[in-house]
């Protein structure tokens, strides 16, 4: 069992910048492709980033793509993501997500294990 703790969200002006960090307990997540998702107000949960195992392969949403970076220190089980000039349509919960041993996309929820309980960012306009 892994359970998922993200923090860092908070309030933040267009153009600004925050860090998300998702601290994992219970057991080694080094062994698990991690992910980060969203999910706006009225909105359906949507994927963000992954990172694959070792930290040297990760891939993006179209929407983020060169605005937001991806990365995990496995000797403290934590995964980050980095999120740069950030707009009024990057507000949304945030959650950190764990796979399955997956072979299939993703951006596919269902290939996400385990989940955090999610953290809130909101940025004005």
């Known amino acids: 069992q892994v359970q998922l703790v993200e923090s860092g969200g908070g309030l933040v002006q267009a153009g600004g910048s925050l860090r998300l960090s998702c601290a994992a307990s219970g057991r080694t997540i080094s062994t698990d492709v991690m992910g980060w998702f969203r999910q706006a107000p009225g909105k359906e949960r949507e994927f963000v980033a992954v990172v694959s195992r070792s930290g040297t392969t990760t891939d993006y949403a179209d929407s983020v793509k060169g605005r937001f970076t991806i990365s995990r220190d496995n000797a403290k089980n934590t995964v980050y993501l980095h999120m740069n000039t950030l707009k009024p349509e990057d507000t949304a919960v945030y959650y950190c997500?764990?796979?399955?041993?997956?072979?299939?996309?993703?951006?596919?929820?269902?290939?996400?294990?385990?989940w955090g309980q999610g953290t809130q960012v909101t940025v004005s306009s």
């Open positions: 997500a764990a796979y399955w041993e997956w072979s299939g996309s993703y951006s596919d929820l269902l290939g996400v294990h385990y």
